[in-house]
T-cell receptor, first 120, second 113 residues
Framework: GAVVSQHPSWVICKSGTSVKIECRSLDFQATTMFWYRQFPKQSLMLMAT?????????EQGVEKDKFLINHASLTLSTLTVTSAHPEDSSFYIC????????????????FGPGTRLTVL | AQSVTQPDIHITVSEGASLELRCNYSYGATPYLFWYVQSPGQGLQLLLKYFSGDTLVQGIKGFEAEFKRSQSSFNLRKPSVHWSDAAEYFCAHRGSTLGRLYFGRGTQLTVWP
């Protein structure tokens, strides 16, 4: 099946620094990738939808300048948490959608393993 | 508005017992429905999905789910739970082939030996 990787799997950084998280589709091309944030014992909150070659679409309440998303190729999207603070500590999960097209296609999303960010 | 409700935050069952996790959705048309499982510190794995056709769908790891339009439900079932099934389970739906996923809050499953 389709595989999505994330790097790093966990990161600890000091407050005020920026952290970049990579999301890669390893064996398929993904025109669309999604970035989610998950707090402990809670559901996934969609942060933004990233389309290759265009600007990301952010959900209401998500700071665009805080969470920079770049989707420069069909297999790579990056999320940069700028000037990170302790409240940004969370589990970040990406997913990539297989764009196989067709009205009957599931256009299934495949999820990465997540990145645990801890800001001290 | 589209939404997904998982009324049970935490369920505990004994190994070998049957399991049913509830999921209700709110959407005017026929949704695309999914169940995902998440182990601690991991991403999500798709258990099964409903797109159309037979309302009883089979998934991986012995799970099945039944779509009931009249009840706006898509409950997940397993006849005999294994200790390795302990995890967080998320129900999700999508309103179109290219739409975003809407997730429920999740149900934490604990399995007693």
């Amino acid at each position: 099946g389709a595989v999505v990787s994330q790097h790093p799997s966990w990161v600890i950084c000091k407050s005020g620094t920026s952290v970049k998280i990579e999301c890669r589709s390893l064996d398929f091309q993904a025109t669309t990738m999604f970035w989610y944030r998950q707090f402990p014992k809670q559901s996934l909150m969609l942060m933004a939808t990233s389309n290759e070659g265009s600007k990301a679409t952010y959900e209401q309440g998500v700071e665009k300048d805080k969470f920079l998303i770049n989707h420069a190729s069909l297999t790579l999207s990056t999320l940069t948490v700028t000037s990170a603070h302790p409240e940004d500590s969370s589990f970040y999960i990406c997913s990539a959608r297989v764009s196989s097209g067709g009205a009957s296609s599931y256009n299934e999303q495949f999820f990465g393993p997540g990145t645990r960010l801890t800001v001290l | 508005a589209q939404s997904v409700t998982q009324p049970d935050i935490h369920i505990t069952v004994s190994e070998g017992a049957s399991l049913e996790l509830r999921c209700n959705y709110s959407y005017g048309a026929t949704p695309y429905l999914f169940w995902y499982v998440q182990s601690p510190g991991q991403g999500l794995q798709l258990l099964l999905k409903y797109f159309s056709g037979d309302t009883l769908v089979q998934g991986i790891k012995g799970f099945e789910a039944e779509f009931k339009r009249s009840q706006s439900s898509f409950n997940l079932r397993k006849p005999s739970v294994h200790w390795s099934d302990a995890a967080e389970y998320f129900c999700a739906h999508r309103g179109s082939t290219l739409g975003r996923l809407y997730f429920g809050r999740g149900t934490q499953l604990t399995v007693w030996p």
